[in-house]
């Protein structure tokens, strides 16, 4: 085992908080959705057992209609605003006994476990583990297409930016220039925990929590969200996560002979395909972009979200080709190839900032799915480079939740940016060390 890979494990160990993994001390102090999905592939390497409970805990915050919160506030703490009390999810009849948020993440268990499946080799021994929770994910997929896809398109909506898990995409400001939010009282606790000017602002965060208000008045009730909602967006990160984990639920559940859930998966994820290619691809920008349903408009702009139709297999060969001409020298890459890969917005637009948060900074889990995305293809120069970029932040300066994409700036950095000791760079560090694709 290698240093690293020491290290990395260290980081899920010192986080690992008896039955789940919490994404960082202090800033993150609960269970959170997409994170845990990442954690089990790392934890799967070295201790399978822990994996498997990292998603039965998840699952205990499964509300009855299937939805799965983003936060499962399993504990308490004081760190992390805003708390149970904020959310009030327990508005909503179809909540669960414990204490959950009332928004989602992008639905990544599908595809965790068959990462899981194959880690253990497919080992006999696990397909009880399977039966145990497979009904429960399918059950996921099912309320997004039957509450989240209004016209039947099979494209799924996010109705807070927290859905998309990239937070502060430049994206959003596109969508809150549309609606105004009163002056919340933010108790924030992030920006005392680290380096306020990396996070999303005061201003941002006003929208973010009058969203929820708004949900808690309808009681988190899905036809009224959809019916009301000033944030419905088709995001192009959410929907490659949903197929993805389609296609590993169908391969899954032939496996089980679960016939009749593998033949409605079928019939979602072709409609769902058919609809991202036709719908979220903008062959002017040679990549995936985002579908305002609210304002029925697009918004033609790349981020790394942009990429991780690869990692689902939607892009035709040809078109996946296209889209690597922003890692030959275009703009993610830059001119001269000045910027690691990948940025998580478009290094050449006016909005991009490269410190703060989700407005450019590299993330390790979009890089995870993009290498995977890019190996599928067989671009093999391209996932080596993103790869080699990847564990070398992490040589470099350790476990942080985002880092820097410019070289030029790296040359004088001595730490990345946001927390440290993060449970999904840790995690998918062992996995790129440990797994051959």
């Not at 429960?136 to 099979?154: C, I, K, M, S």
């Not at 995409?169 to 306020?196: G, H, M, S």
Request: charged share 20%.
């Amino acid at each position: 085992m290698s240093s690293l890979h020491e290290k990395a494990l260290q980081v899920l160990k010192n986080n690992w908080k008896n039955g789940f993994t919490i994404p960082c001390e202090g800033l993150y102090p609960f269970q959170w959705n997409w994170d845990s999905g990442f954690i089990a592939i790392g934890w799967a390497h070295v201790e399978m057992e822990w994996a498997k409970q990292e998603i039965r805990s998840l699952l205990s915050g499964q509300w009855k209609n299937g939805f799965i919160p983003h936060i499962v506030f399993h504990n308490d703490s004081d760190t992390y605003f805003p708390g149970p009390e904020v959310h009030a999810a327990h508005l909503s009849d179809q909540s669960p006994k414990v204490k959950t948020s009332g928004i989602t993440q992008p639905p990544v268990m599908g595809f965790v476990l068959e990462a899981l499946y194959q880690i253990s080799e497919q080992d006999p021994k696990f397909l009880p583990f399977l039966e145990e929770v497979y009904d429960a994910v399918f059950l996921n997929h099912h309320y997004f297409y039957t509450h989240r896809d209004p016209a039947q398109e099979g494209l799924v909506y996010i109705c807070h930016n927290w859905e998309a898990g990239t937070d502060n995409t430049p994206v959003w400001d596109f969508i809150w220039e549309t609606f105004e939010v009163p002056d919340y009282n933010l108790d924030r606790r992030d920006t005392k925990l680290v380096d306020a000017s990396h996070r999303p602002t005061n201003k941002e965060y006003q929208y973010y929590i009058h969203l929820i208000e708004l949900f808690k008045q309808w009681k988190y009730d899905d036809a009224l969200i959809a019916q009301k909602s000033p944030f419905l967006v088709q995001d192009p990160l959410f929907n490659s996560m949903l197929i993805a984990s389609n296609q590993s639920l169908i391969r899954l559940g032939e496996l089980l002979g679960r016939t009749d859930k593998v033949s409605q998966l079928r019939a979602w994820n072709e409609r769902a395909v058919t609809a991202m290619n036709s719908k979220l691809y903008d062959s002017q920008q040679k990549g995936y972009v985002y579908y305002d349903l609210r304002n029925e408009r697009k918004l033609a702009f790349l981020s790394s979200s942009s990429f991780t139709p690869l990692f689902a297999n939607i892009p035709s060969a040809e078109r996946a080709n296209d889209m690597m001409t922003h890692f030959r020298g275009g703009a993610f890459s830059g001119t001269n190839h000045e910027n690691y890969l990948c940025a998580s917005f478009d290094p050449s637009s006016v909005h991009f900032n490269s410190e703060k948060y989700w407005r450019g900074p590299i993330w390790i889990n979009l890089n995870w799915l993009i290498y995977r995305g890019l190996l599928a293809y067989g671009f093999q120069d391209e996932a080596d480079q993103i790869k080699r970029d990847t564990l070398g932040f992490i040589e470099k300066y350790g476990f942080y939740e985002y880092f820097e994409p410019s070289k030029e700036m790296n040359k004088t950095l001595t730490k990345g940016y946001g927390g440290n000791n993060f449970s999904w760079s840790a995690a998918l560090t062992i996995d790129l060390l440990t797994n051959k694709p």
